[in-house]
C-alpha cells in the first residue's frame, strides 16, 4: 500500500516555473515507478511524465518535453515534477500516481493516486 500527498501547486503567470512534490508513505516506495498527471476542466485525465524505480528511465508527454523534468529522492521518498516556461495550457489539477511497471502511460495502468494539486497559468 502507498499513499500519496501532491503539494506546491499554485497560481502563477505564464513563463513562471514551478516545482511539485508527492510525497509517499511506505517503505516499498523505491519500488514503484511513479507518474504525473494532470486533468484540466471538462477534459480527461493525461500522462504527464513517468520515471522509473531507480530514477534512471524517465518519458515526458510531447506537449511538456524540455520544459518539466521529474525526478524522485527514494531517500526522501518523493517524486517532484519541475515546471518551467509555463503556458496557459498547462492549467490542471496535477497529480501523481505509483505503478508497478515503467511502462504504463494510461491512468488505469496505475495503482495508487494522490489527491492532486491545482496549478492555475495566468496570462
Known amino acids: 500500500q502507498v499513499q500519496l500527498v501532491e503539494s506546491g501547486g499554485g497560481l502563477v503567470q505564464v513563463g513562471s516555473s514551478l516545482r511539485l512534490s508527492c510525497a509517499a508513505s511506505?517503505?516499498?516506495?523505491?519500488?514503484?515507478?511513479m507518474g504525473w498527471f494532470r486533468q484540466a476542466p471538462g477534459k480527461e485525465r493525461e500522462f504527464v511524465a513517468r520515471?522509473?524505480?531507480?530514477?534512471?528511465?524517465?518519458n515526458y508527454a510531447d506537449s511538456v518535453k524540455g520544459r518539466f523534468t521529474i525526478s524522485r529522492d527514494n531517500a526522501k521518498n518523493t517524486v517532484y515534477l519541475q515546471m518551467s516556461s509555463l503556458k496557459p495550457e498547462d492549467t490542471a489539477v496535477y497529480y501523481c500516481?505509483?505503478?508497478?511497471?515503467?511502462?504504463?502511460?494510461?491512468?488505469?495502468?496505475?495503482?495508487?493516486w494522490g489527491q492532486g494539486t491545482q496549478v492555475t497559468v495566468s496570462s
Open positions: 520515471i522509473n524505480w531507480g530514477g534512471s528511465r524517465r
Open positions: 511506505g517503505r516499498t516506495f523505491s519500488s514503484y515507478s
Open positions: 500516481a505509483a505503478s508497478t511497471d515503467y511502462y504504463r502511460d494510461q491512468p488505469s495502468q496505475y495503482d495508487y
